[in-house]
């Protein structure tokens, strides 16, 4: 392994790969080191002036704050963001590359009858509201015992809202919920409400549009003598219908992935980010699509999204993507362009532009075709935007909601969340898999350790298909299915 990563020619910094002290030579960049590296931090490659910039991905990622001589530590002591307010874009369209026809593989899915597939055969219990939380996680207890083998699983989706909202969050827990009604990957839903609450049933089976009515059941639970009862006969009312749901093969094009990042470390993009951006270009090319997330994660290189616009719509959509959250920072008084995390800060990332810059290589090279705003349902194929907040939760429960049939979550610092799809972890480092290999599903530190990123690229396509014809993520095998709403209003 090389001790330090020159990720593009025009980048004056590199990336130690393990710890490193003063005084060590570097022989294949011929650099000795005037101060301690610590492992994914960066280093300076040339003398660098007070106040010039510093480049890593090839792109501006801040400026120094103070000189820098050749071979010394890169970081928040001498380097800051150059983002200010006020950012003007410019639609600079880059030429879409010619791709050509590929035979598309297939996973075993399974059809719906609205034409639809999913990859998993579930029973979800989804609540209006927070007041029935604790019913909907005990008919899940229920069934999965009562039931067991006669579905892929039995999950509750609980939450605290649905009571006591207003306006747009109201509509935004509405329209989360609404979408997971009709997710493919639930082979039968039950909706369990309270009666009084603010998010009532009948508003929410409007939200969710046509569905399956052989395949969803509801109730409100002030009308009824044991809603737990009530809720247990009513799934087993449709779990014959799940019985006979076979698996069926499924053209690749018909994958929907979710892109996401939490916990990220110096190597995120350099390894997994990157891996995962070929995922997003392989299923584009084959026909299926990739959701992007997490736009204050954009902020600092959300010219480069831009500039993939597939038409001059499309790039005053994802600008007003970009300006909205702004916004939606400058009415809470909070700073636009804040740092990245302690957590990301102890790995070596310094500035918002450098995080960005590895963050949206979870994109890969693709088009752009649609933004979407949050809860709202993707319609096209290609990459997808998608306006959510970088918090893990909200962004993957996101994803979810507007189609994802998994997550590809890449991680550097490891977390043991997951969603109501498939969440898929990938590891930017070696070490991390080592120490969590009930966390982490695919390795991509293994670039690092001198695996060439195309055969591991290969490798990851590979176990998606396996994951989506059914082999089981550790969050699934491991009961991590969670689900978390954006709350941006008032509270009654």
Request: net charge negative; charged share 20%; glycine share 10%.
């Amino acid at each position: 392994m090389k001790a330090l990563i020159h990720i593009h020619p025009n980048d004056n910094v590199a990336v130690a790969t393990r710890d490193l002290a003063a005084g060590e030579h570097i022989d294949e960049l011929d650099l000795t080191l005037t101060d301690d590296i610590p492992k994914g931090h960066k280093v300076a490659l040339s003398d660098i002036a007070e106040g010039d910039i510093v480049v890593k991905y090839g792109f501006e990622i801040g400026g120094c704050t103070a000189a820098a001589k050749r071979g010394q530590h890169i970081h928040s002591h001498n380097l800051k963001t150059n983002l200010r307010d006020g950012t003007q874009y410019q639609y600079q369209p880059v030429q879409a590359k010619a791709v050509e026809p590929k035979a598309v593989p297939t996973f075993k899915g399974y059809r719906r009858a609205n034409g639809k597939v999913g990859i998993r055969n579930e029973v979800w219990i989804i609540n209006t509201v927070g007041c029935v939380n604790r019913t909907a996680q005990r008919i899940a207890d229920v069934c999965s015992k009562r039931f067991e083998g006669r579905a892929d699983a039995f999950v509750a989706f609980t939450h605290p809202f649905g009571c006591s909202q207003l306006g747009d969050d109201l509509k935004d827990t509405r329209a989360v919920l609404a979408a997971l009604l009709t997710h493919p990957n639930a082979g039968a839903v039950l909706v369990v409400g309270l009666g009084c609450e603010n998010n009532q049933m009948a508003d929410l089976l409007v939200a969710a549009g046509e569905y399956d009515k052989s395949r969803i059941r509801f109730y409100n639970s002030q009308q009824v003598g044991d809603e737990v009862e009530t809720g247990v006969d009513a799934i087993e009312e449709m779990l014959p219908l799940l019985e006979t749901d076979q698996r069926v093969d499924c053209p690749a094009s018909e994958l929907v992935l979710g892109m996401k990042c939490g916990g990220s470390d110096a190597f995120s993009g350099i390894t997994a980010n990157p891996l995962v951006g070929r995922m997003s270009d392989k299923i584009t090319q084959l026909g299926g699509s990739a959701i992007l997330t997490e736009t204050p994660e954009m902020f600092g290189a959300e010219q480069i999204l831009m500039n993939r616009a597939s038409s001059e719509p499309i790039y005053q959509q994802i600008v007003s993507l970009v300006n909205d959250f702004k916004q939606y920072f400058i009415a809470h008084n909070q700073p636009i362009y804040e740092n990245p995390s302690p957590g990301n800060k102890a790995g070596g990332l310094t500035t918002l532009e450098e995080k960005s810059l590895g963050a949206i290589q979870k994109g890969g090279q693709a088009i752009v075709n649609e933004v979407l705003d949050y809860g709202q349902p993707l319609s096209k194929k290609g990459l997808v935007l998608l306006q959510a907040p970088g918090n893990d939760a909200v962004s993957s429960t996101a994803l979810a909601a507007s189609g994802a049939h998994m997550v590809l979550f890449t991680t550097g610092r490891g977390t043991p969340l997951g969603f109501p799809v498939p969440t898929v972890k990938i590891s930017s480092n070696t070490d991390l898999a080592t120490r969590k290999p009930h966390w982490i599903d695919f390795n991509a530190g293994s670039v690092l350790d001198g695996v060439d990123m195309e055969t591991c690229a290969d490798q990851f396509f590979n176990q998606l298909l396996a994951i989506a014809s059914g082999q089981p993520t550790n969050n699934e095998q491991n009961e991590c299915r969670e689900i978390a709403i954006w709350k941006r209003g008032v509270t009654l």
